[in-house]
């Protein structure tokens, strides 16, 4: 049985799962769906087009579902998505999504620190997490296990690969390969990201591979078409080497620096 606070808004329309905890002065809108034992503290506001998966902790004064802040938005009816076991902390800011996607999604077991914004059409899979007050701009992609520390701020379109770790306060023009710790300013290719492989049970033989392609596209002195040759042409096939591979073939706005690079 669900706990509704009697001094908090619900339309009666929003879909509301089971053992759910609704507390004081928090807004939910209609056309709103929340996964079973969801908490909504205070003052957070849950609005059109929500949907809000199981086991999520919503802290106060968060927006989720905002209309987007683009100015090509008509009105048209999209979604914000977060997925179970999600934490939104206090004052984070979700927008749904626009004709482009037409959805915002947030993966499951993502946290979201206080004041961080999540724009229109974004996703982010699973196991991502955004530092204190860092925004994504519209349609920013970022795979699994990504970090970004505190205060970094994410072009449009940007994507960020799984695994990667990037430094606070950093500004992300480019996209940022998986695997990678990154930083300075401009921003740039500083090392594997070792820590966070070595805790999610890569063994020394991978990580080391993934140093290899790495060693060709930032400190031989290749030129990205070259290096992509070399690597295909010259290192053995694992499933890492291909998604970096992939990657970097299919990225639109161009990776970030190499620190060997002029």
Same mark, same amino acid.
């Given at each position: 049985?669900?706990?509704?606070?009697?001094? &908090?808004?619900?339309?009666?329309? +929003?879909? *509301? @799962?089971? !053992?759910?905890? #609704?507390? $004081?002065? %928090?807004?939910?809108?209609?056309?709103?769906?929340?996964?079973?034992?969801?908490?909504?503290?205070?003052? &957070?506001?849950?609005?059109?087009? +929500?949907? *809000? @998966?199981? !086991?999520?902790? #919503?802290? $106060?004064? %968060?927006?989720?579902?905002?209309?987007?802040?683009?100015?090509?938005?008509?009105?048209?009816?999209?979604? &914000?998505?977060?997925?179970?076991?999600?934490?939104?902390?206090?004052?984070?800011?979700?927008?749904?999504?626009?004709?482009?996607?037409?959805?915002?999604?947030?993966?499951?077991?993502?946290?979201?620190?206080?004041?961080?914004?999540?724009?229109?059409?974004?996703?982010?899979?699973?196991?991502?997490?955004?530092?204190?007050?860092?925004?994504?701009?519209?349609?920013?992609?970022?795979?699994?296990?990504?970090?970004?520390?505190?205060?970094?701020?994410?072009?449009?379109?940007?994507?960020?690969?799984?695994?990667?770790?990037?430094?606070?306060?950093?500004?992300?023009?480019?996209?940022?390969?998986?695997?990678?710790?990154?930083?300075?300013?401009?921003?740039?290719?500083?090392?594997?990201?070792?820590?966070?492989?070595?805790?999610?049970?890569?063994?020394?033989?991978?990580?080391?591979?993934?140093?290899?392609?790495?060693?060709?596209?930032?400190?031989?002195?290749?030129?990205?078409?070259?290096?992509?040759?070399?690597?295909?042409?010259?290192?053995?096939?694992?499933?890492?080497?291909?998604?970096?591979?992939?990657?970097?073939?299919?990225?639109?706005?161009?990776?970030?620096?190499?620190?060997?690079?002029?």
């Amino acid at each position: 049985m669900s706990t509704i606070s009697s001094l &908090a808004f619900v339309h009666p329309e +929003a879909k *509301i @799962g089971e !053992n759910v905890v #609704i507390e $004081p002065f %928090a807004y939910v809108d209609r056309n709103v769906e929340i996964g079973d034992g969801t908490v909504v503290m205070p003052y &957070a506001t849950i609005l059109f087009g +929500a949907r *809000i @998966g199981k !086991n999520c902790t #919503i802290f $106060p004064h %968060a927006t989720i579902s905002a209309i987007p802040q683009d100015l090509k938005f008509k009105g048209e009816e999209t979604v &914000a998505i977060i997925g179970d076991r999600t934490t939104v902390r206090e004052c984070v800011t979700v927008n749904r999504g626009t004709a482009s996607r037409g959805k915002t999604v947030v993966g499951k077991d993502c946290l979201l620190m206080a004041y961080s914004h999540v724009a229109h059409d974004c996703i982010l899979n699973d196991f991502v997490i955004l530092g204190n007050t860092t925004q994504l701009a519209g349609e920013v992609e970022i795979d699994d296990y990504a970090i970004l520390s505190g205060g970094t701020l994410v072009h449009q379109f940007s994507r960020i690969g799984a695994h990667t770790m990037i430094q606070g306060g950093s500004k992300v023009p480019k996209d940022i390969p998986p695997y990678t710790m990154v930083g300075r300013e401009p921003l740039t290719y500083v090392g594997l990201n070792f820590v966070g492989l070595r805790r999610r049970g890569f063994t020394s033989e991978v990580i080391n591979s993934i140093q290899d392609v790495y060693r060709y596209l930032y400190m031989a002195g290749y030129n990205t078409t070259q290096a992509l040759e070399r690597i295909e042409n010259e290192l053995p096939v694992t499933k890492e080497r291909n998604y970096i591979i992939d990657f970097v073939k299919s990225s639109s706005r161009g990776i970030i620096r190499g620190n060997m690079e002029g």
